[in-house]
């Protein structure tokens, strides 16, 4: 059976020139485990960001050259290569201008952008400003974490403050998809919705998820596990 990445990568075969992802509960995890697979392929590969991610001496990217500035395209990437691009800022890395990006397209195989934040929680409602996905997006990953069941909404979905408080469970996954501000804002391109730490709860929740949805690209799974639980076939 092929792991999580491994089926992602198949689902984005032929559009993963510009990948986003989106959401809350894993994007930084999915951007580095699937730079090192498209990496693995002998692909030149570009982790960025259009919001802001953590500098890379607090979090490591794993990619093998780091740019600041126009430096980037001046360099050779070569096959099977990582390369980090952002902007320094004071607390975090920042995203470069979207037209650097487009023109690094040229350069690389892979783009990899994280597109959205959530300030470390795992579920999110999106605000009228985020995600930013640039119109050369050719696909799109959404994730949300689906081990929080029984928790406070309030504690763990940025952006939920205009909700009642209550305690997560089916119906708000359910929210999360069909929400004009929820997981499937602003995607482009082909579309994979994962939730992720989908090995941490009941297997009758990940059924009836699935099946409420079967139109939907929905994948159940593990990142830290790289396994694949479960996914609608589209």
Same mark, same amino acid.
């Given at each position: ?10 689902? %984005? ?32 590969? /570009? ?7 953590? =500098? ?5 990217? =794993?990619?093998? =050259? ?7 395209? $001046? ?5 099977? *290569?990582?390369? %980090? ?7 975090? !890395?920042?995203?470069?201008?979207? *037209? ?5 397209? +040229? ?10 934040? !959530? #300030?470390? #929680?795992?579920?999110?409602? =999106? $605000? ?6 640039? $119109? ?5 990953? !959404? ?12 504690e763990h979905c940025f952006g939920c403050e205009s909700l009642d408080d209550r305690l997560i469970d089916e119906e708000t996954y359910s929210l999360l998809l069909t929400h004009p501000e929820g997981m499937q804002k ?7 919705? /994962? %939730?992720?730490?989908? +090995? ?18 929905? %994948? ?15």
């Amino acid at each position: 059976m092929a792991t999580l990445i491994e089926s992602l990568q198949k689902h %984005f075969s032929g559009n993963e020139s510009c990948i986003c992802i989106t959401g809350s509960g894993g994007k930084t995890t999915a951007l580095i485990q699937l730079s090192e697979a498209y990496a693995a392929q002998q692909k030149r590969v /570009l982790v960025s960001t259009t919001t802001k991610v953590r =500098h890379p001496e607090d979090r490591d990217y =794993h990619c093998d =050259h780091y740019f600041w500035d126009e430096a980037v395209f $001046s360099y050779p990437c070569k096959k099977g *290569e990582r390369v %980090f691009y952002a902007k320094r800022g004071p607390i975090k !890395a920042e995203a470069p201008p979207l *037209e650097d990006l487009e023109r690094l397209k +040229e350069y690389y195989d892979v783009l990899i952008l994280e597109a959205d934040g !959530a #300030r470390g #929680r795992g579920l999110k409602l =999106h $605000s009228g400003k985020d995600p930013v996905v640039p $119109s050369f997006t050719t696909a799109t990953l !959404a994730i949300a974490s689906f081990s929080l069941f029984g928790q406070s909404l309030s504690e763990h979905c940025f952006g939920c403050e205009s909700l009642d408080d209550r305690l997560i469970d089916e119906e708000t996954y359910s929210l999360l998809l069909t929400h004009p501000e929820g997981m499937q804002k602003r995607m482009k391109g082909v579309c994979a919705i /994962l %939730f992720n730490q989908a +090995e941490r709860t009941d297997r009758t929740k990940i059924e009836n998820i699935r099946t409420q949805f079967p139109n939907l690209p929905l %994948f159940f799974g593990s990142l830290e596990q790289n396994l694949l639980i479960e996914r609608n076939i589209i």
